[in-house]
């Protein structure tokens, strides 16, 4: 009973320690650790992998089973790839294959000298280690670069899917804008030959009215000249009729004369 409680404590206070962990990383690398996909999604689709013998290799087999932004997943996934038992562990028991030969043949104090060799094994594990850190921390750096390059790709690819659906809508649009133009040229081809027949027709009018305006200047010297002929034609009934007066008065007076002084 105490065993399980151990474990399930253990495992608890790891689950702490990992989160822990994974919040400051996103908080050096300048990323909110709450927004999107959490850790315990993360950690839990981790340790189900793993119990299912198919174990995450790298950060886009985690992201793609959980979703969310490949920085988060890429942090997440070092962490938890780290946390993984280690099989080296100090002050180990001295091994039969070291202590036989020894005390047989040298009859020396065994423990004390394993304890010495322990020591410069731990010593040069520890020196190792540091280096491997050292490294192991550049290469972080280098991978968190690399998932923020990667992660802006994924943003630009995302991009490029809408655009052959934008593609096909302007497309669509260019065959509307085609067909409208079609239309607009008929109707100024249309509208250029009322115009062209229009000039023509106002060119037939110019010279019908020039025609019209002629005729009646025509018409209006007409009109005077019948008017001097109406008023000389009438002088002259007036100087007829006047002449034909004094005839006919001069005639009254040669038959008057006659009567008088008969021949």
Same mark, same amino acid.
């Given at each position: ?29 300048? *990323?909110?650790?709450?927004?999107? &996909? ?40 070092? &962490? #938890?790839? $780290? +946390?993984?038992?280690? =099989? ?27 304890? =010495? ?29 690399? $998932? ?20 096909? %809508? ?17 109707? +100024?081809?249309?509208?250029?030959? $009322?115009?062209?027949?229009?000039? =023509?027709?106002?060119? %037939?009018? =110019? ?8 005729? *009646?200047? %025509? ?10 002929? +109406?008023?000389? #034609?009438?002088?002259? #009934? &007036? ?7 004094? #005839?006919? %008065? ?12 008969? $021949?």
């Amino acid at each position: 009973m105490n065993i399980q409680t151990n474990e399930r404590t253990y495992i608890t206070d790891l689950r702490t320690k990992l989160k822990q962990q994974f919040i400051q990383e996103m908080h050096n690398a300048n *990323k909110d650790p709450d927004k999107g &996909i959490t850790f315990d999604v993360m950690l839990d689709a981790y340790e189900a992998a793993k119990a299912e013998g198919k174990c995450f290799e790298n950060p886009a087999q985690l992201q793609a089973a959980v979703g969310g932004r490949y920085v988060k997943a890429q942090i997440a996934f070092q &962490i #938890l790839d $780290s +946390a993984q038992p280690n =099989a080296n562990r100090y002050n180990r028991e001295v091994p039969q294959w070291f202590s036989s030969p020894l005390e047989t043949a040298l009859k020396l104090d065994i423990a004390a000298l394993w304890q =010495a060799v322990e020591s410069d094994i731990a010593s040069i594990v520890e020196s190792r280690v540091k280096i491997a850190e050292h490294c192991s921390e550049q290469k972080r750096l280098q991978a968190l670069q690399s $998932s923020e390059l990667v992660e802006e790709l994924q943003d630009k690819l995302d991009e490029l899917k809408e655009l052959p659906a934008q593609l096909s %809508e302007l497309k669509i649009d260019n065959e509307r804008l085609k067909t409208e133009v079609s239309v607009l040229e008929n109707r +100024a081809s249309t509208l250029q030959a $009322s115009s062209d027949s229009s000039f =023509a027709l106002q060119r %037939e009018n =110019a010279i019908l009215e020039d025609n019209n305006a002629k005729i *009646k200047s %025509e018409n209006q010297n007409m009109r005077k000249e019948l008017e001097r002929t +109406a008023a000389l #034609l009438q002088e002259t #009934l &007036i100087k007829k009729a006047n002449l034909e007066g004094r #005839l006919e %008065e001069r005639g009254e007076f040669s038959k008057t004369t006659n009567k008088r002084h008969p $021949s």
